[in-house]
């Protein structure tokens, strides 16, 4: 079971990066799937989350302080979750890690998680 994240860097306030998140070892057909982030001082929180595969319908959550900002996407046919930001603030700055739920709906509580990939740094500064 692996997950690995990758597309952070340095971003200037106003700009944009898309995270991707490989997941090898397993099928997301049954798992609910999430971003969440952890910055310096600070406790991990979710970011945004999607539904599996199998119960699919639709169904996406996000984090108020993202909303309207971030979009989180699936391709399933290479087993890799996504997570578009646009707009970025400085106080996005983290690190951005993936996790997978042995369960079929997604929540935000990063305690919920099963499965944890690396994470990958996104710093957004001037």
């Known amino acids: 079971v692996q997950l690995q994240a990758s597309g952070g860097g340095l971003v200037q306030p106003g700009g944009s990066l898309r995270l991707s998140c490989a997941v090898s070892g397993f099928s997301l057909d049954d798992l609910a799937i999430g971003w969440f982030r952890q910055a310096p001082g600070k406790e991990r929180e979710g970011v945004s989350c999607?539904?599996?595969?199998?119960?699919?319908?639709?169904?996406?959550r996000y984090a108020d302080s993202v909303k309207g900002r971030f979009t989180i996407s699936r391709d399933n046919a290479k087993n890799t979750l996504y997570l578009q930001m646009n707009s970025l603030k400085p106080e996005d700055t983290a690190v951005y890690h993936c996790?997978?739920?042995?369960?079929?709906?997604?929540?935000?509580?990063?305690?919920?998680?099963?499965?944890w990939g690396q994470g990958t740094l996104v710093t957004v500064s001037s």
């Open positions: 999607i539904n599996s595969i199998t119960n699919d319908d639709g169904s996406t």
């Open positions: 996790a997978v739920r042995r369960d079929s709906w997604c929540v935000l509580s990063p305690n919920q998680y099963d499965y």
